[in-house]
């Protein structure tokens, strides 16, 4: 009674339309339900109701987007079909250790179309001949029996498909993305139009310094030529000195 009040307790202080995975595990169901477990758990995709002393599962509530239930240990002998109205999209369904003895009562989930893994063990239905044979064939749907396929080959561990699952969105997502040569060319694209940046800033940088060079040089060869005009004036200048000096020269020698 503890155990039910809890779990009860726990329903209510949730907010039941965000809730996505639920774990009932040993509690006490009443009249074949559980206590505030309702339709409002509207995104609900996990619920587990092991050893819940279920015998009917004829008020489970609609929970539509529910793919893995847990019904192990509990007391169901038939009454399956209400399944395929109230869980249509469950993928995974585990019904060990309960009352089910028949193949007619398995018969009841060929409408559960997205049904991929069936769990039966501890049931008395495993001990009929060709067992698996039997179900395999009378559920084409399903890929997994008690955790093997038809070549008993193991089914894999849920984490396992999930992070398959989670590669796959991604995939999905650098596909809309677009290919990555695309982000690689503009990269690409935006390296070489610095680098011509640069190109242009060094030939404007030499363009600067070797007009400086020129006028530098012109400003020397323009020092030369005034140096050169300096020289020739000073030999002139001495020259005509002379010049004055030799007539005086000879006068000096004709009075003589």
Do not use: W
Request: glycine share 8%; aromatic share 4%.
């Amino acid at each position: 009674m503890e155990m039910k009040k809890r779990i009860t307790l726990e329903l209510r202080n949730r907010a039941p339309e965000k809730v996505t995975e639920l774990v009932l595990d040993n509690c006490r169901s009443s009249n074949g339900e559980i206590e505030g477990l309702n339709d409002s758990f509207k995104e609900l995709e996990f619920l587990s109701m092991a050893n819940v002393e279920l015998t009917s599962l004829a008020r489970l509530p609609t929970l539509s987007k529910l793919r893995k239930l847990e019904l192990s240990d509990n007391i169901i002998s038939g009454g399956l079909e209400v399944l395929a109205e109230k869980c249509p999209n469950l993928t995974y369904l585990n019904l060990s250790g309960n009352k089910i003895k028949d193949l007619s009562t398995v018969e009841a989930l060929q409408n559960l179309k997205n049904l991929k893994s069936l769990d039966l063990f501890n049931c008395e239905i495993t001990n009929l001949e060709d067992y698996r044979e039997s179900v395999f064939e009378l559920l084409h749907q399903i890929t997994y029996l008690d955790g093997f396929d038809q070549e008993d080959n193991e089914a894999p561990d849920s984490e396992e498909e999930e992070d398959e699952e989670g590669d796959e969105d991604e995939d999905e997502d650098d596909d809309e993305a677009g290919p990555p040569g695309e982000c690689e060319e503009d990269e690409d694209e935006d390296d070489g139009g610095s680098d011509l940046g640069d190109g242009e800033e060094e030939e404007e940088e030499v363009g600067l310094s070797y007009l400086m060079k020129e006028e530098i040089q012109d400003e020397e060869d323009d020092d030369d030529y005034v140096e050169e005009r300096g020289d020739e004036e000073e030999a002139e200048g001495v020259q005509g000195e002379k010049r004055k000096r030799d007539p005086e020269d000879e006068g000096e020698e004709e009075d003589d």
